[in-house]
């Protein structure tokens, strides 16, 4: 019954920056480690960063790494992923999924709760 809600993408150019929320719901959110998927058209759904349940520890793929931020407000049950110095590669739909246990995934068969999405889409 673990419901989540993406929000912030848009369209940005190449350089640019945005912030993607994601509000969980629940009250075990503390419990969760919470991680940031995305999307291309025809593209397989791919690791992008996660974060343990307490802030203690985040991990990202090597694509992002550098640029992208991840973080979370657990008084606030949301997590974030701040994205800098954007590219058209990263043009795709983003996902925040949710799993329990404290270890880091990066495969998406190791979350369980996903949302809906939000679209990032940056132009040349």
């Known amino acids: 019954q673990v419901q989540l809600v993406e929000s912030g993408g848009g369209l940005v150019q190449a350089g640019g920056s945005l912030r993607l929320s994601c509000v969980v719901s629940?009250?075990?959110?503390?419990?969760?480690?919470m991680g940031w998927f995305r999307q291309a058209p025809g593209k397989d759904r791919e690791f992008g960063a996660a974060i343990t349940p307490t802030g203690g520890r985040t991990y990202y793929a090597d694509s992002v790494k550098g640029r992208f931020t991840i973080f979370r407000d657990n008084a606030k049950n949301t997590v974030y992923l701040q994205m800098n110095s954007l590219k058209p590669e990263d043009t795709a739909v983003y996902y925040c999924a949710a799993r329990t246990g404290t270890m880091i995934g990066t495969r998406k068969n190791q979350y369980l709760d996903w949302g809906q999405g939000t679209q990032v889409t940056v132009s040349s």
């Open positions: 629940g009250r075990t959110f503390s419990s969760y480690t």
